[in-house]
């Protein structure tokens, strides 16, 4: 099977994890801009880090055969620093239509301020205005009403729910994002939010229209193989395979594919790895290292 993981925070990964990764058959990955772990304390480390999003990281992903994506966007945690986000907001224009852009994201809520609510509806105005999908952070407390929250404000704004990614469920939430007909997106991590064996089960339960599941792997304990893995797990559990591929490959391709960005055409037929090229005059390898060329890798599903 080949996978999609729709939610992945390379930046903080190693090559190691690229190589596991496509071997695992993630052919493809989106990297939403987020929250680096500490405070950024200028405009200008938000410019180098969109820049190296749709620059170095994308070069970086396609030496081991996948395709990165991303989507661009103010965080809600770094939103509360308002002298600065202002600032942000005037690079976001900047960024968004830059090739290998899916959506904006994530944005939304973590405190739910007033100062996230702005910049959260700034951003959702930005979204209109390039037609880009929309990818939600739900806040990990007050999870049920900071999601409604979301929705409701996203809708007030004149946003299609075909859209909106509504991401990090669990069990409290996916119903009342389902029947307001956005897309339910889940993180799949090894101690905390989604674990893969309930994530086995709501798809048991709800089937898998307009459900998807991520990895979210970033610089805190979390697993880039989660995507495969709850893929795996869900045919023991006797899954049909068709709906392990919309929950693990085609539905997200369909949400961020709404961009016109992301084409499975892209990864599907030739995958072309050339370690032997260089970004910036920089290189993956190290000194010694045979570079790895495959000047004709077909995809065979």
Request: with cysteine; glycine share 8%.
């Amino acid at each position: 099977m080949l996978f999609i993981d729709p939610h992945v925070h390379m930046t903080s990964r190693t090559t190691d994890d690229y190589e596991a990764m496509r071997n695992a058959g993630i052919v493809a990955i989106i990297e939403p801009a987020f929250w680096m772990g500490q405070p950024r304390t200028q405009v200008g480390t938000f410019k180098d880090y969109y820049s190296h999003l749709i620059g170095f990281e994308r070069f970086r992903a396609s030496q081991f055969g996948i395709k990165h994506y991303c989507t661009i966007g103010l965080n809600s945690k770094e939103a509360n620093n308002e002298a600065l986000a202002e600032e942000v907001m005037e690079l976001l224009p900047l960024f968004v239509c830059k090739e290998g852009v899916v959506g904006v994201g994530e944005i939304g809520y973590d405190d739910q301020t007033a100062a996230e609510d702005k910049y959260y509806r700034l951003q959702l105005e930005l979204a209109k205005e390039v037609s880009l999908p929309v990818q939600i952070h739900t806040p990990h407390r007050d999870k049920k009403k900071g999601t409604l929250r979301s929705m409701e404000v996203a809708l007030e704004h004149g946003l299609d729910p075909s859209m909106v990614i509504v991401d990090h469920n669990n069990e409290e939430t996916v119903q009342d994002v389902l029947d307001r007909g956005f897309w339910a997106a889940f993180t799949i991590y090894p101690h905390t939010k989604m674990g893969n064996e309930r994530m086995t089960e709501i798809v048991k339960q709800y089937g898998p229209e307009r459900i998807f599941i991520n990895s979210a792997a970033d610089w805190g304990i979390s697993d880039p193989l989660a995507v495969p893995k709850t893929a795996h797990l869900m045919l023991e559990r006797g899954i049909p395979a068709e709906t392990v591929r919309l929950v693990t490959y085609q539905n997200a391709l369909e949400a961020f594919g709404q961009s016109g960005q992301m084409q499975e055409s892209e990864w599907l037929t030739t995958t072309q790895i050339d370690q032997s090229q260089k970004f910036s005059g920089n290189s993956i390898l190290r000194g010694g290292q045979t570079p790895k060329i495959d000047s004709d890798t077909t995809i065979i599903r």
